[in-house]
C-alpha cells in the first residue's frame, strides 16, 4: 500500500488531495474518497455485476466489518476459500476493515472492557478481544484493517474516556504484535471522545507506533457539530502529514466537509445505505463553485433540493429519471413513476436502483470536492455548499 | 394474429420452435419467470437479459391494484414502465382472484370478489379482464378462464369447461388489439377426458393464436397430471404454441416438452430461491443446512452464471434467508438454470439428441435409478427409451 499526498491546500488549509496506491487495484484511488458500506463484504442491495457498472476505481473502495462473519464462514473456511477477495469475487477491489459500520456492529460502551471492544450484532453484544480479531483479519486478508477501538459517546465522564484511550493504545500495540506484516497494513485507531486533550494524547501516542495509516473513531456519537472541527483538528495537527487517515461516523454531507477541512483523506458513511432504506434518492446540485446556488429555483414540489422522496404520490407519473443527465444505470434505464411504483409494492428492485443512484451521486460528490481541492478552491466550494444547505442543516436527520 | 410459430426441429411429440413476438423472437420449449408486481423479485433487466431470459410474466390482478391499468396505459404500457425490452404476457388475473381473495365467488358474469383495498364488491368480467390487459399491453394475453382446482369433482368441473367456452368468446369479442396482442385460449375441464376433449375441439375451432393448458399443478397426482397434458398436446395444432401454465419444477418441464408443450411459467425458481434453496441438476441444495457452512465448491460445477463463477456455496449460506443479496444472487443462479434448461431442451431437440438429453437428465436427478414411475410412463408414450436410467426392476415390482 502506498499514499502519496498530491495536493496540500495552502493558507492554513488542511484539506488535502492524495493518492492511494494498493496492489490488487489498477488504477490509484484520489482522496478525499468515500468507502462503500458493505453487509458481509458486498454492498447491501447492489451485486458485483451491477457494481462494475458505477465509476471506477471510487467505486472499488468498500469497507467491511470482519464483526459481519461472526457466524460464518469460520475464519477456517475464509482461509481455505483464500479470504475476502476470492470469497467474495472482487478481485480487484480495496477492502478496508473496521468493526464498526455504524448499521449492525454499533460500539457499545457499555459491555466494553479491558480485554477488548463491545459491539452490537444481528447475533447480540459481542466482546471482541485482539487475538479473536486478529484471527479474523489473517483469515479475511483485507487490504488495510484498523486496529480496535474503545468508542465511547460524547457525554461519558472524563475518567472513561481516558480509560478509552488508555485502552485503545495497549489494543493497537496487542494487535501489532500479532501482525504478520507488522503494521504495513494497519490503520492504528484513535479515540479521545468530545476532549481535545486526550484526542491529542491519543493521536501523538499513536503517530508513534509502526503503522501505515490512522483510523479515527468515536465520532458520530453524540458530539455537536459545532464542536467537531477543534477535535477533528486536534487530532490531524498530531498525525503525520504523509500518512493515510480514515475516519468513522461523519455520514452526512456536511459532515464529510468538516472531515475534508480538517485533513482527512477517507470517509466510511452510512448515509447512502439509510437514504436507500428511506426511498431517497440524491438530487444536489455538484456544481457549486461553477454556478452561484444563492440564486437558483427553489424546487415547487416542496423538496428540499437535495433529495426526494419516491415514495410521494407526486411521482406516480414521472417518466423523468432521478436527475437529468445523470450517467448512473438507474437514470439510464429507468423513470421516477417506476420506482415509486415498486417502492409502493414493497419490490426489492427499488432498494437495488436507489444504491446504485446514490452511491453514483455520492461518489461524484467527493469528484467534486477534490476538484475543489486541487483547483484550490475548497473553502469556497465548503462555504457555498453550506449556504445552499443552511435552511435545511437543522432538518436533515443525523444518521449514525 | 401477431405471432409466427415456425418449428425448427422435432423428436416425435418434442419439439423446438422458433416463436415470433411484437417485442422479441424466442425459442421454444422456455420457461417464463414470474414477474407478478412489474419486476422480477431482485434482479434487473440487465441480468434479466445476460441469464438468456425471454419472456416475463406479469400478473394482471396485482398490477390492477397497482399501478393500475389505466396509469400502465398512460405510461405507454408495462413494457415503457418496467422499460423491458423483450416479450411479456400477462395473466387474466382469474387465478389470483380465486386463489387469494376470500369470497371469491365465480358466476356468468365473472368473478365476483371483495376489494382488498376496501372491501367493496367488485366484479371481473371476461371483457374488464381483457380491457385491463390490453392496457397493459403484453405481447401475449390470456383468456378469463373459470378454474377450478383439480381436485374438485362433480358438476362443478363440467360447468366450469363449458363457461370457459362461453368466455372465450366475450374475451374474443372485447379483444381491441389483435395485431399486436396475441389473445390465447384455456383449456380446462379437471382430470376428465371427456370434458378436456370437448374443451379442446371448443378452443381449436376458435382458431387463436396459441392454447394454454389450464388446472393443473394445483395438488393432483403426477399421473394425472401427464396424462392431461398428453392428451391436450395430441388434440392441439401443431403449428400453434402450447402453453402448460403453473409448471416449474425441472423434471415436469423435461416431461411435458418431451410430450409436446412449449411454454411453461412458475414462481418456483425465484421463490424457493428466497427460501435458500438452489436448483442443480442433481435436484435442490438446501443452501440453509448447517452442512454448506464449510462447502467450498460452487453451487453447481456444471453452472456457467455470475453466482457459480463466483461464490461458493459456504458464502452464500452465510448470506441466505438474512440478506437482501442472497436472495438475489440466488434467485440469478436459479433462474439461470432454468434458462439455461430452455435452452438445452431446445438445441438438443434441434441437433437430434433429444433423448440423450433426457437420459442425461434423469441419471443426475435419479443416479440411483429410481425414477419416477410417472415419468416412465410419460416417457413412454413420447416415446423416448429411458430404460438405460432405470434400475432394474426387482421381481416385486413385476
Same mark, same amino acid.
Request: charged share 20%.
Given at each position: 500500500?502506498?499514499?502519496?499526498?498530491?495536493?496540500?491546500?495552502?493558507?492554513?488549509?488542511?484539506?488535502?488531495?492524495?493518492?492511494?496506491?494498493?496492489?490488487?487495484?489498477?488504477t490509484?484511488?484520489?482522496?478525499?474518497?468515500l468507502? @462503500?458500506?458493505?453487509?458481509?463484504?458486498?454492498?447491501?442491495?447492489?451485486?458485483? &455485476?451491477?457494481?462494475? $457498472? #458505477? /465509476?471506477?476505481? =471510487?467505486?472499488?473502495?468498500l469497507?467491511?466489518?470482519?464483526?459481519?462473519?461472526?457466524?460464518?464462514?469460520?475464519?477456517r473456511?475464509?482461509?481455505?476459500?483464500?479470504?475476502?477477495?476470492?470469497? @467474495?469475487?472482487?478481485?480487484?477491489?480495496?477492502f478496508?476493515?473496521?468493526?464498526? &459500520?455504524?448499521?449492525? $456492529? #454499533? /460500539?457499545?460502551? =457499555?459491555?466494553?472492557?479491558?480485554?477488548?471492544?463491545?459491539?452490537?450484532?444481528?447475533?447480540?453484544?459481542?466482546?471482541?478481544?485482539?487475538?479473536?480479531?486478529?484471527?479474523?483479519?489473517?483469515? @479475511?486478508?483485507?487490504?488495510?484493517?484498523?486496529?480496535?477501538?474503545?468508542?465511547?459517546?460524547?457525554?461519558? $465522564?472524563?475518567?472513561?474516556?481516558?480509560?478509552?484511550?488508555?485502552?485503545?493504545l495497549?489494543?493497537?500495540?496487542?494487535?501489532?504484535?500479532?501482525?504478520?506484516?507488522?503494521?504495513?497494513?494497519?490503520?492504528?485507531?484513535?479515540?479521545g471522545?468530545?476532549?481535545?486533550?486526550?484526542?491529542?494524547?491519543?493521536?501523538?501516542?499513536?503517530?508513534?507506533?509502526?503503522?501505515?495509516?490512522?483510523?479515527?473513531?468515536?465520532?458520530?456519537?453524540?458530539?455537536?457539530?459545532?464542536?467537531?472541527?477543534?477535535?477533528?483538528?486536534?487530532?490531524?495537527?498530531?498525525?503525520?502529514?504523509k500518512?493515510?487517515?480514515?475516519?468513522?461516523?461523519?455520514?452526512?454531507?456536511?459532515?464529510?466537509?468538516?472531515?475534508?477541512?480538517?485533513?482527512?483523506?477517507?470517509?466510511e458513511?452510512?448515509?447512502?445505505?439509510?437514504?436507500?432504506?428511506?426511498?431517497?434518492?440524491?438530487?444536489?446540485?455538484?456544481?457549486?463553485?461553477?454556478?452561484?446556488?444563492?440564486?437558483?429555483?427553489?424546487?415547487?414540489?416542496?423538496?428540499?433540493?437535495?433529495?426526494?422522496?419516491?415514495?410521494?404520490?407526486?411521482?406516480?407519473?414521472?417518466?423523468?429519471?432521478?436527475?437529468e443527465?445523470?450517467?448512473?444505470?438507474?437514470c439510464?434505464?429507468?423513470?421516477?413513476?417506476?420506482?415509486?411504483?415498486?417502492?409502493?409494492?414493497?419490490?426489492m428492485?427499488?432498494?437495488?436502483?436507489?444504491?446504485?443512484?446514490?452511491?453514483?451521486?455520492?461518489?461524484?460528490?467527493?469528484?467534486?470536492?477534490?476538484?475543489?481541492?486541487?483547483?484550490?478552491?475548497?473553502?469556497?466550494?465548503?462555504?457555498?455548499?453550506?449556504?445552499?444547505?443552511?435552511?435545511y442543516?437543522?432538518?436533515?436527520?443525523?444518521?449514525? | 394474429?401477431?405471432?409466427?410459430?415456425?418449428?425448427?426441429?422435432?423428436?416425435?411429440?418434442?419439439?423446438?420452435?422458433?416463436?415470433?413476438?411484437?417485442?422479441?423472437?424466442?425459442?421454444?420449449?422456455?420457461?417464463?419467470?414470474?414477474?407478478?408486481?412489474?419486476?422480477?423479485?431482485?434482479?434487473?433487466?440487465?441480468?434479466?437479459?445476460?441469464?438468456?431470459?425471454?419472456?416475463?410474466?406479469?400478473?394482471?390482478?396485482?398490477?390492477?391494484?397497482?399501478?393500475?391499468?389505466?396509469?400502465?396505459?398512460?405510461?405507454g404500457?408495462?413494457?415503457?414502465?418496467?422499460?423491458?425490452?423483450?416479450a411479456?404476457?400477462?395473466?387474466?388475473?382469474?387465478?389470483?382472484?380465486?386463489?387469494?381473495?376470500?369470497?371469491?365467488?365465480?358466476?356468468?358474469?365473472?368473478?365476483?370478489?371483495?376489494?382488498?383495498?376496501?372491501?367493496?364488491?367488485?366484479?371481473?368480467?371476461?371483457?374488464?379482464?381483457?380491457?385491463?390487459?390490453?392496457?397493459?399491453g403484453?405481447?401475449?394475453?390470456?383468456?378469463?378462464?373459470?378454474?377450478?382446482?383439480?381436485?374438485?369433482?362433480g358438476?362443478?368441473?363440467?360447468?366450469?369447461?363449458?363457461?370457459?367456452?362461453?368466455?372465450?368468446?366475450?374475451?374474443?369479442?372485447?379483444?381491441?388489439?389483435?395485431?399486436?396482442?396475441?389473445?390465447?385460449?384455456?383449456?380446462?375441464?379437471?382430470?376428465?377426458?371427456?370434458?378436456?376433449?370437448?374443451?379442446?375441439?371448443?378452443?381449436?375451432?376458435?382458431?387463436?393464436?396459441?392454447?394454454?393448458i389450464?388446472?393443473?399443478?394445483?395438488?393432483?397426482?403426477?399421473?394425472?397430471?401427464?396424462?392431461?397434458?398428453?392428451?391436450?398436446?395430441?388434440a392441439l395444432p401443431?403449428?400453434?404454441?402450447?402453453?402448460?401454465?403453473?409448471?416449474?419444477?425441472?423434471?415436469?418441464?423435461?416431461?411435458?416438452?418431451?410430450?409436446?408443450?412449449?411454454?411453461?411459467?412458475?414462481?418456483?425458481?425465484?421463490?424457493t430461491?428466497?427460501?435458500?434453496?438452489?436448483?442443480?441438476?442433481?435436484?435442490?441444495?438446501?443452501?440453509?443446512?448447517?452442512?454448506?457452512?464449510?462447502?467450498?465448491?460452487?453451487?453447481?460445477?456444471?453452472?456457467?452464471?455470475?453466482?457459480?463463477?463466483?461464490?461458493?456455496?459456504?458464502?452464500?449460506?452465510?448470506?441466505?434467508?438474512?440478506?437482501?443479496?442472497?436472495?438475489?444472487?440466488?434467485?440469478?443462479?436459479?433462474?439461470?438454470?432454468?434458462?439455461?434448461?430452455?435452452?438445452?431442451?431446445?438445441?438438443?431437440?434441434?441437433?437430434?439428441?433429444?433423448p440423450?438429453?433426457?437420459?442425461?437428465?434423469?441419471?443426475?436427478?435419479?443416479?440411483?435409478?429410481?425414477?419416477?414411475?410417472?415419468?416412465?410412463?410419460?416417457?413412454?408414450?413420447?416415446?423416448?427409451?429411458?430404460?438405460?436410467?432405470?434400475?432394474?426392476?426387482?421381481?416385486?415390482?413385476?
Amino acid at each position: 500500500m502506498r499514499f502519496v499526498v498530491t495536493k496540500a491546500c495552502g493558507g492554513g488549509g488542511r484539506a488535502r488531495a492524495g493518492s492511494l496506491y494498493v496492489g490488487c487495484c489498477p488504477t490509484p484511488i484520489e482522496t478525499p474518497c468515500l468507502l @462503500l458500506s458493505t453487509r458481509k463484504g458486498l454492498p447491501t442491495f447492489v451485486s458485483p &455485476d451491477l457494481l462494475a $457498472s #458505477l /465509476p471506477s476505481p =471510487e467505486s472499488r473502495l468498500l469497507h467491511v466489518s470482519p464483526l459481519h462473519f461472526l457466524e460464518c464462514p469460520s475464519p477456517r473456511t475464509i482461509s481455505n476459500i483464500g479470504g475476502l477477495h476470492r470469497m @467474495l469475487g472482487l478481485h480487484e477491489c480495496i477492502f478496508v476493515a473496521a468493526p464498526r &459500520d455504524s448499521i449492525e $456492529s #454499533l /460500539p457499545e460502551s =457499555e459491555g466494553t472492557n479491558k480485554l477488548g471492544p463491545s459491539f452490537e450484532t444481528p447475533c447480540g453484544r459481542r466482546l471482541v478481544k485482539p487475538k479473536e480479531y486478529m484471527d479474523m483479519i489473517s483469515s @479475511l486478508k483485507p487490504n488495510l484493517w484498523a486496529s480496535l477501538a474503545d468508542e465511547v459517546p460524547a457525554w461519558v $465522564s472524563e475518567k472513561r474516556n481516558k480509560t478509552s484511550v488508555d485502552r485503545t493504545l495497549r489494543w493497537l500495540d496487542d494487535c501489532l504484535a500479532l501482525d504478520l506484516e507488522s503494521g504495513a497494513n494497519t490503520l492504528g485507531a484513535i479515540v479521545g471522545g468530545s476532549c481535545v486533550e486526550e484526542r491529542k494524547r491519543c493521536a501523538t501516542e499513536v503517530a508513534m507506533r509502526n503503522v501505515s495509516g490512522f483510523w479515527i473513531g468515536g465520532f458520530g456519537l453524540g458530539e455537536g457539530m459545532e464542536e467537531r472541527p477543534a477535535l477533528l483538528n486536534a487530532v490531524t495537527d498530531g498525525l503525520p502529514e504523509k500518512k493515510l487517515r480514515q475516519i468513522s461516523g461523519l455520514t452526512l454531507p456536511e459532515e464529510v466537509l468538516q472531515g475534508v477541512a480538517a485533513g482527512i483523506d477517507l470517509f466510511e458513511s452510512t448515509y447512502i445505505y439509510h437514504l436507500t432504506l428511506g426511498g431517497f434518492a440524491l438530487t444536489f446540485p455538484l456544481d457549486i463553485v461553477e454556478r452561484d446556488i444563492l440564486h437558483s429555483q427553489l424546487s415547487d414540489t416542496g423538496s428540499d433540493c437535495t433529495k426526494i422522496n419516491l415514495r410521494a404520490t407526486v411521482y406516480r407519473k414521472d417518466t423523468t429519471p432521478i436527475v437529468e443527465n445523470c450517467s448512473c444505470f438507474t437514470c439510464q434505464n429507468h423513470t421516477r413513476a417506476y420506482i415509486n411504483h415498486l417502492l409502493n409494492v414493497h419490490e426489492m428492485l427499488a432498494q437495488i436502483l436507489l444504491e446504485i443512484h446514490n452511491t453514483h451521486h455520492y461518489l461524484a460528490f467527493f469528484h467534486s470536492i477534490r476538484k475543489a481541492i486541487k483547483g484550490g478552491k475548497f473553502d469556497l466550494f465548503h462555504q457555498r455548499f453550506m449556504e445552499g444547505r443552511r435552511a435545511y442543516v437543522t432538518s436533515a436527520v443525523g444518521c449514525s | 394474429m401477431a405471432l409466427r410459430f415456425e418449428v425448427v426441429g422435432r423428436f416425435n411429440r418434442a419439439r423446438a420452435a422458433r416463436l415470433t413476438l411484437p417485442h422479441f423472437v424466442c425459442q421454444t420449449p422456455l420457461f417464463m419467470p414470474v414477474g407478478t408486481q412489474g419486476t422480477i423479485k431482485g434482479l434487473t433487466n440487465n441480468q434479466l437479459e445476460d441469464i438468456g431470459c425471454q419472456i416475463i410474466l406479469g400478473n394482471t390482478y396485482h398490477l390492477a391494484l397497482r399501478p393500475g391499468a389505466d396509469l400502465i396505459d398512460e405510461l405507454g404500457g408495462l413494457h415503457k414502465l418496467m422499460n423491458w425490452k423483450r416479450a411479456l404476457l400477462t395473466d387474466s388475473g382469474g387465478f389470483q382472484m380465486v386463489s387469494l381473495l376470500h369470497l371469491a365467488d365465480i358466476t356468468e358474469k365473472g368473478v365476483t370478489f371483495q376489494s382488498p383495498v376496501d372491501g367493496k364488491r367488485m366484479l371481473l368480467t371476461p371483457e374488464e379482464s381483457i380491457q385491463i390487459q390490453n392496457k397493459i399491453g403484453a405481447d401475449i394475453i390470456m383468456a378469463l378462464d373459470d378454474v377450478v382446482k383439480t381436485t374438485t369433482i362433480g358438476p362443478r368441473v363440467e360447468e366450469a369447461m363449458y363457461r370457459t367456452l362461453r368466455w372465450i368468446d366475450r374475451c374474443l369479442a372485447a379483444h381491441q388489439k389483435p395485431a399486436v396482442q396475441n389473445l390465447f385460449g384455456i383449456v380446462q375441464g379437471g382430470l376428465d377426458p371427456v370434458l378436456r376433449d370437448i374443451c379442446l375441439r371448443g378452443l381449436v375451432e376458435r382458431n387463436l393464436p396459441g392454447y394454454a393448458i389450464g388446472g393443473l399443478s394445483g395438488g393432483e397426482d403426477k399421473d394425472s397430471f401427464w396424462r392431461v397434458v398428453a392428451q391436450c398436446t395430441a388434440a392441439l395444432p401443431e403449428d400453434k404454441p402450447r402453453y402448460v401454465m403453473g409448471v416449474g419444477y425441472p423434471l415436469d418441464i423435461v416431461v411435458c416438452s418431451a410430450l409436446g408443450a412449449d411454454m411453461y411459467d412458475c414462481v418456483y425458481p425465484t421463490r424457493t430461491a428466497r427460501f435458500g434453496t438452489a436448483l442443480i441438476p442433481e435436484g435442490v441444495l438446501k443452501l440453509k443446512h448447517k452442512v454448506m457452512a464449510s462447502d467450498e465448491r460452487p453451487i453447481d460445477p456444471t453452472c456457467s452464471c455470475m453466482v457459480c463463477k463466483n461464490y461458493t456455496r459456504a458464502y452464500i449460506h452465510c448470506l441466505v434467508t438474512k440478506d437482501a443479496m442472497g436472495s438475489q444472487l440466488l434467485s440469478y443462479h436459479n433462474l439461470s438454470y432454468m434458462m439455461r434448461l430452455s435452452r438445452d431442451l431446445h438445441t438438443s431437440i434441434v441437433e437430434g439428441r433429444f433423448p440423450q438429453f433426457v437420459q442425461g437428465f434423469l441419471r443426475a436427478q435419479f443416479p440411483k435409478g429410481d425414477v419416477p414411475k410417472w415419468v416412465c410412463n410419460a416417457m413412454e408414450v413420447a416415446g423416448i427409451d429411458i430404460s438405460a436410467c432405470c434400475a432394474p426392476l426387482t421381481s416385486s415390482q413385476n
